[in-house]
């Protein structure tokens, strides 16, 4: 029995089309570009957009309601966190849009570049 047998007993395959996966396809399987992994940059990145989402609907409810006020963090930050929460929610969600769209990015390159092999 070959030595390179032995050391990978089972060979991966793509859980769409069961072809074969070579050692180097992590993201995209190379016979019909089916996304092996999801890159950890989407999931935090979905995250994030649901946080956003949330904190959306902090806004609506509104934020002074939160009891911010009430002592649990000091005053001035409460304000803060208050007067700047249409930005907070932006920013969240925006970080979250960014980092969904870095990943979605990254396997659309992976795919490109098995479709150019
Ligand atoms: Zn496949």
């Known amino acids: 029995m070959p030595a390179a047998f032995l050391s990978r007993p089972m060979a991966r395959r793509c859980p769409e089309c069961y ?18 992994r999801t890159p950890g940059s989407a999931k935090a990145g979905i995250v994030f957009m649901l946080l956003g989402l949330a904190l959306l609907g902090v ?30 929610v932006v920013g969240v969600f925006g970080l979250g849009a960014f980092l969904a769209a870095a990943a ?3 396997i659309r390159s992976e795919q490109a570049r098995v479709a150019a092999a």
Not at 79 to 88: G, Q, R, V
């Open 104 to 106: 979605a990015l990254k």
């Open 59 to 88: 806004f609506v409810y509104g934020p002074e309601n939160l009891g911010l006020n009430s002592g649990i963090m000091p005053t001035e930050l409460a304000n803060l966190t208050i007067a700047n929460f249409p930005l907070l």
């Open 19 to 36: 072809a074969e996966l070579p050692d180097d396809a992590i993201w995209v399987c190379p016979t019909c570009q089916y996304t092996l």
